[in-house]
């Protein structure tokens, strides 16, 4: 398909069409290519997207597909979603699709349904500069902060200037109905061809605008099996700290993207390469520093990468688990902290430990109470499964999150060793036993060991001192 890219560059770019832009454009000529110049086909076209094309062009309006669909069936591959551009206000495509919702605060868009399937519809943005008046003929003006960041983007605009507007070239692709050509406004497609993300603009302007541009690049570097181009990376290590002004829950919807799509490992590293772990998860990155090979690390990389193949296997996959791995050792380390400087119990200093991490990692990454119980669980069962034998043992066996943390205690095993593999090894003979067969096993272990020198604790009952007042 690069190849098929390669030999129709030259004939786009005789065909291509001079567009007139706004005076600061950055963008080269548009060019154009016919049907036969793209390998796109629109038997490749989701045909509930077709039908918002066709709607929207019968109502009098332009519209495109756009952006990431176009970028993938130019690569050969399924694309996930499609979304639309078109010159229509989100109120004008409400007006011609019952089936739509518009939502977004940032920038409004509208989303058609059908059924399961939306199609997600954007109105061409325009330049900030440049205010927009809407159908109470109230402006609409973008709002910054002075760090240059976008807070919200409710301006339109054309064609050339949503192009323009757009972060990296291979995804300045627009597919038209009309003409079953596609526009290239920012030499995206010689970008496809060799295999590189390059932002549109000057890389600074464009991350100061969304920090967020800085994990896009390097998802799409490893989704597309791509390199970041020179100056796109450069100025990446200096801005990540941009990504402390983004909104907690939308880094939580960006993690999610990075860590639970199959490309995890590969994108932890570019993210550690570049700075962001430093950002995003500080108490991680110390922990690393301290050990850059360690166990801390090879415990995060054996996690990832069994994410990875998980996703290949197309079995489920849990951001609780990950987190789980990722601050593990830094919970440790401050539950032996506690333990030394206060001098509180073990598990009273496990408890107070993980509810500080839990809680610095809310105001950077919010991890949703349905994940982050979990992986208060599986911390929690780490010492339980160490230390409990006798009927503990098949108390624990029960319990609903106990493959959560047995799942775990074999990650820490493969990464420590020692005492934790033979942990982990009793765990595994003793679920694979019948019933006999553990009981053998609870008798070969003796009663339930409360601690690090396997004592047992005994229990003292107490009776409860009678008042020697009446009741009223």
Request: charged share 25%.
């Amino acid at each position: 398909m690069l190849d098929f890219c390669r030999r129709n560059l030259r004939k786009g770019n005789k065909a291509e069409k001079k567009t007139a832009l706004v005076t600061h454009s950055v963008l080269p000529p548009l060019k154009r290519l016919s049907r036969d110049q793209h390998p796109i086909s629109r038997k490749q076209i989701s045909p509930n997207a077709l039908k918002v094309l066709y709607r929207l062009k019968d109502a009098g309006f332009e519209a495109y597909l756009v952006g990431g669909c176009i970028r993938d069936l130019m690569l050969g591959l399924e694309p996930k979603d499609f979304d639309v551009a078109t010159n229509a206000k989100p109120e004008e495509v409400r007006q011609v699709f019952r089936n739509c919702r518009l939502i977004g605060r940032r920038f409004r868009l509208a989303h058609v349904l059908f059924g399961r399937e939306v199609i997600e519809v954007a109105t061409f943005r325009g330049h900030h500069s440049q205010p927009d008046e809407n159908e109470e003929g109230q402006h609409q003006l973008s709002k910054a902060s002075e760090e240059g960041l976008i807070l919200r983007d409710n301006v339109y605009g054309t064609i050339e200037e949503d192009a323009e507007r757009r972060d990296f070239t291979i995804n300045a692709l627009y597919y038209s109905i009309n003409h079953f050509e596609v526009l290239d406004f920012a030499n995206g497609v010689e970008a496809i061809a060799e295999r590189k993300i390059e932002l549109i603009g000057d890389p600074e302007t464009r991350y100061r605008e969304d920090p967020v541009r800085i994990l896009r690049a390097i998802r799409f570097a490893t989704k597309l099996n791509m390199q970041i181009a020179p100056a796109t990376a450069e100025p990446i290590p200096q801005l990540a700290s941009l990504l402390k002004s983004i909104p907690p829950a939308r880094l939580f919807e960006e993690f999610l993207k990075l860590f639970l799509a199959g490309k995890a490992f590969d994108n932890f590293m570019l993210m550690k390469q570049y700075g962001i772990i430093k950002q995003l998860l500080p108490a991680l990155h110390k922990a690393i520093a301290q050990e850059p090979e360690g166990k801390v690390f090879q415990l995060v990389s054996q996690a990832l990468q069994d994410t990875d193949q998980r996703v290949a296997d197309n079995k489920p996959v849990t951001p609780a688990f990950l987190f789980a791995a990722f601050l593990w050792y830094p919970v440790e380390i401050r539950s032996q902290t506690l333990q030394l400087e206060s001098g509180l119990p073990p598990v009273d200093a496990l408890n107070i430990a993980m509810a500080e991490i839990l809680s610095d990692l809310q105001q950077r990454i919010a991890l949703p109470k349905r994940f982050s119980l979990v992986t208060r669980d599986i911390w929690s069962l780490q010492n339980r499964l160490a230390r409990s034998r006798g009927k503990r043992a098949l108390t624990l066996l029960q319990l609903p999150k106990f493959r959560a943390g047995y799942d775990f205690l074999l990650l820490r095993a493969k990464a420590e060793g020692g005492e934790l593999q033979q942990h982990a090894d009793w765990w595994q003979r003793f679920q694979q036993e019948n019933e006999s067969g553990q009981q053998q096993m609870l008798q070969q272990a003796g009663p339930a060991a409360d601690g690090p020198s396997g004592k047992t604790r005994r229990r003292r009952n107490y009776k409860r001192k009678r008042s020697s007042q009446p009741k009223p």
